[in-house]
């Protein structure tokens, strides 16, 4: 039974571009949350997704939005990268009518430049 | 504004011995308290839960305790074992706020033979 799968593990961008993540949830599971880790800190919530809609937002600025497909998966996109921006992004999925269980995949380690 | 504090960056502690990791919230909203253990290059795994209509949560090993009016929890870990090296992240909800998570910032626990 696969986990959350998340792509890609690393990745290097320079200042100023843009950057795709990609996440699928664990089998069964309808909700997806994204979370950014920057070093040393816990995960914040950036926000989540469930029926292909954004359903709550943590305090993060437009250039980070979202998407999440019929088959459940989902991409967090960050526009306008800064170099703040570098952490590591994680992705949890849960099911919607259960509150509470995350599953997380194991990050994207986002490195600005 | 921390909601949630881990005051202890790190802890080290002997095998075969209590861990005592500890975990302070400010928000009264809070009513669903989860600990998470984290590996090095792995998402955060779910360790244990307690909801604030308890006071404690035991799963072999591991309990939290919960004292509401003080907002403080703590997880105890007995007897600690090697492979428990870790940090150890609190992380609170409020049934209002749905499946967002807000995380403390993490307690590296270390194990020593």
């Known amino acids: 039974d696969a986990g959350v799968t998340q792509s890609p593990t690393h990745l290097i961008k320079t200042r100023g571009q843009q950057v795709t993540l990609r996440c699928s949830p664990k089998s069964g599971h309808d909700t997806v949350s994204w979370y950014q880790q920057a070093l040393g800190q816990g995960p914040q919530f950036i926000f989540q997704?469930?029926?292909?809609?954004?359903?709550q937002r943590g305090n993060f600025p437009d250039r980070f939005s979202g998407h999440q497909f019929p088959n459940y998966s989902s991409e967090l996109n960050v526009n306008a990268l800064l170099l703040g921006d570098s952490a590591l992004y994680l992705c949890?999925?849960?099911?919607?009518?259960?509150?509470?269980?995350?599953?997380f995949g194991s990050g994207t380690r986002l490195t600005v430049v | 504004d921390q909601q949630v504090k881990q005051n202890s960056p790190s802890l080290s502690v002997q095998e075969g011995r209590i861990s005592i990791l500890n975990c302070d919230y400010t928000n009264s909203m809070f009513d669903y308290f989860l600990w998470y253990k984290k590996y090095p290059a792995e998402g955060p795994t779910f360790l244990i839960s307690i909801s604030s209509i308890k006071d404690k949560n035991e799963d072999g090993r591991f309990t939290v305790f919960l004292n509401k009016s003080a907002k403080h929890l703590s997880l105890h870990i007995v007897p600690s074992q090697p492979g428990d090296s870790a940090v150890y992240f609190c992380a609170a909800s409020a049934l209002d706020y749905g499946q967002n998570f807000v995380f403390g910032p993490g307690t590296r626990l270390s194990v020593l033979p």
């Open positions: 997704y469930y029926e292909e809609e954004e359903r």
């Open positions: 949890a999925s849960s099911l919607a009518r259960q509150s509470y269980g995350y599953t």
